[in-house]
């Protein structure tokens, strides 16, 4: 099976928007829900957000919620993340992963990407 690839972390300051995409090389992208979490240095990974296979429904955390926005183009096999109005404490490696529900625990996520940092400065 294809892996699962973010991009577009990167240093931003509060206030600002980051749109971050993991893209999967495999092909069965589409029967999956898609999620981001988020981990912080000294923290446990945390939900971010979630999508359902078809992209009709999504989950998100509170912390993010009015913020942040998952989405997701099965044709490109990309699931985004806008995040805008970023504060510091968003600062984190976030994940994207691929499970069967759109729920907040990690358990439900069978496949994981390698992460992408971003940073928000004050």
């Known amino acids: 099976q294809g892996q699962l690839v973010e991009s577009g972390g990167g240093l931003v300051q509060a206030g600002g928007s980051l749109r971050l995409s993991c893209t999967a090389s495999g092909r069965t992208f589409d029967l999956y829900a898609m999620g981001w979490f988020r981990q912080a240095p000294g923290k446990e990974r945390e939900f971010v957000a979630a999508i359902t296979r078809s992209g009709g429904s999504t989950n998100y955390a509170d912390s993010v919620k009015g913020r942040f926005t998952i989405s997701r183009d099965n044709a490109k096999n990309t699931v985004y993340l806008e995040m805008n109005s970023l504060k510091p404490d968003d600062t984190a490696v976030y994940y994207c992963?691929?499970?069967?529900?759109?729920?907040?625990?990690?358990?439900?996520?069978?496949?994981w990407g390698q992460g992408t940092q971003v940073t928000v400065s004050s």
């Open positions: 992963a691929a499970g069967f529900a759109t729920v907040s625990r990690t358990q439900a996520y069978r496949y």
